[in-house]
């Protein structure tokens, strides 16, 4: 059993022979995929604070100093990336926030809410009214919290990190891997496509990489709802003194990822972060979500590849690079799929009526949707292509 996961009543059987095999895999056992992804996004952190200190983690800022993005602000934002021609908008904050933060706190009250979550499920409606599809990673998260937030959402996410119990989330709010598997459990049960990962280089050894993948896989046989897993190594930065790790290391670590997953989710490996182009022949197959607009708020010192670069990348390997919204394909309605998808469709539906809608849009912003879902791209960020029966 993993640390803390009896508290939230997850139970995961991770069999020794399932997680000696997977230590056995190497990059030759895996075979580079055929295509490499990626979704345009905007970044929007909605707060700095966070309830947990995490040694690696420059992303949180101090009580006192914690920001909190306005509701004019997230619009202003929103609109920048829309009319950059995202599709995406990434809506990011620490862990309960308003729990450590009062400030944060008092400042929500004043406009009106309760706690973090109900602001931003009200961000989301904002993003899709402004013409972006949400991608919401709050942290960790139960079922009601899911109930609240999947109806506003394409999909959402928290990163595993690790299911072992390492220095790094030490401290008086420890962050605990039965939390994690936890949240990536309730989103099972509630069924929202989801987003996560390991992060290599914390403390964890390699049967806790093996592991971690392992549960993630047994979470994704229970719910079919995992649509994608990163694969980041740690990277050094003021409050870290982590080493970055090896090429070698993330070699390995992605094959494994590869080879514990199945074919239908994506393996990802963040371009700003990570030796990509040596990766590529490890089984990655998702370069993540770029934006033209904004930095990477949670790694601030390390820039996105301009999307020229993500071309460059794909040529190097000598696989077609295609644009892909938030929600992959699998969890599409019929009617918005590519009619050459080749993957195993997810059974049943997945995206609540506000996406279908924004989706299914007789306007701009519901072309370019179809448009990326459809790959009928590149798309021109500044006039989406028109459609049969559109508006435009």
């Not at 072992?164 to 936890?182: M, S, Y």
């Not at 989103?187 to 987003?195: D, R």
């Not at 701009?364 to 879902?373: D, E, I």
Request: charged share 30%; aromatic share 8%; proline share 7%.
């Amino acid at each position: 059993m993993f640390p803390a996961a009896d508290e939230y009543g997850v139970d995961l059987d991770i069999s020794e022979s399932a997680v000696e095999r997977l230590l056995a895999v190497r990059s030759d056992d895996v075979a580079p995929a055929a295509e490499l992804t990626f979704s345009r996004n905007v970044f929007v952190p909605l707060t700095t604070a966070c309830r947990y200190t995490c040694t690696y983690c420059t992303y949180y800022d101090v009580p006192g100093e914690a920001s909190l993005l306005s509701p004019e602000e997230v619009r202003r934002r929103l609109r920048v990336g829309a009319d950059a021609g995202c599709t995406e908008a990434l809506f990011t904050f620490g862990d309960r926030p308003d729990d450590r933060y009062t400030e944060i706190h008092d400042q929500l009250a004043e406009w009106g809410y309760d706690d973090v979550l109900a602001y931003l499920r009200d961000c989301c409606e904002t993003a899709l009214d402004e013409g972006l599809l949400p991608h919401s990673n709050p942290g960790d998260l139960s079922d009601p919290d899911f109930e609240r937030l999947a109806p506003v959402n394409a999909s959402m996410g928290v990163m595993l990190e690790t299911t072992a119990d390492v220095d790094a989330h030490a401290g008086t709010r420890r962050k605990t891997p039965g939390q994690r598997l936890n949240t990536i459990r309730a989103a099972g049960e509630v069924g929202v496509p989801f987003t996560t990962g390991v992060l290599v280089g914390i403390g964890e050894s390699w049967r806790d990489r093996a592991e971690s993948l392992l549960a993630i896989r047994a979470l994704h046989d229970r719910y079919d709802h995992i649509q994608e897993v990163i694969v980041q190594n740690v990277v050094p930065n003021e409050r870290s003194d982590f080493e970055r790790p090896s090429v070698g290391t993330m070699r390995r670590t992605v094959a494994m990822a590869r080879a514990a997953l199945p074919e239908s989710v994506s393996v990802q490996v963040p371009p700003n972060l990570s030796p990509t182009r040596e990766l590529l022949d490890c089984g990655v197959d998702d370069l993540g979500g770029v934006s033209p607009v904004t930095e990477d708020y949670i790694n601030p010192d390390y820039a996105w590849p301009a999307l020229r670069e993500l071309e460059e990348i794909a040529a190097g390997a000598g696989v077609p690079l295609y644009e892909r919204l938030p929600v992959y394909d699998r969890y599409l309605p019929d009617d918005i799929r590519r009619a050459d998808f080749e993957g195993r469709v997810a059974a049943g539906s997945w995206l609540a009526e506000p996406i279908r809608e924004a989706l299914t849009a007789d306007d701009v912003h519901g072309a370019r949707y179809r448009g990326v879902a459809r790959r009928d791209g590149p798309l021109d960020v500044d006039s989406p292509p028109a459609e049969s029966g559109s508006a435009d």
